[in-house]
C-alpha cells in the first residue's frame, strides 16, 4: 500500500508531538515529583488524546493511531506518576505534621 504524501507530513508530525513529552516524563520519573505539573492539565489532555485515537481509529487512520496511541501512553505514565508521587509528598507531610500543601 503506497502512503500519499499527506499520510508522511500526518507520521511526521506525530512522531514531533509524541517526542515533545519525552522530556517531561523523563524528568518527572528521575526526580520523583510532579509538583509543577497540574493534575486538572494531566487528565484533560490524556482524555483528549484518547478521543484522537478513537477518532483515527473511526476514520482509519495510521498516522493518527499511532501517534495518539503512543502519546496516550506517555501521558498516561505521566498521569501515574503525578498521581503516585503527589501521594508520596502528601503522605510525607502528614507524618512530619505538616499537611498536604494547597
Keep these: 500500500m503506497e502512503l500519499a504524501f499527506a499520510e508522511y507530513i500526518g507520521f511526521v508530525a506525530g512522531a514531533l508531538t509524541t517526542a515533545a513529552y519525552l522530556p517531561q516524563v523523563y524528568k518527572t520519573w528521575r526526580s520523583k515529583t510532579a509538583n509543577d505539573i497540574s493534575l486538572g492539565m494531566c487528565w484533560a489532555l490524556t482524555l483528549g488524546v484518547f478521543l484522537w485515537l478513537v477518532y483515527g481509529l473511526l476514520l482509519r487512520a495510521p498516522a493518527v493511531v499511532l501517534a ?18 503527589g501521594r508520596r509528598r502528601d503522605n510525607a507531610q502528614n507524618a512530619a505534621g505538616r499537611g498536604p500543601l494547597r
Design 68 to 85: 495518539n496511541g503512543a502519546s496516550l501512553l506517555l501521558l498516561g505514565a505521566m498521569l501515574r506518576m503525578k498521581i503516585v508521587y
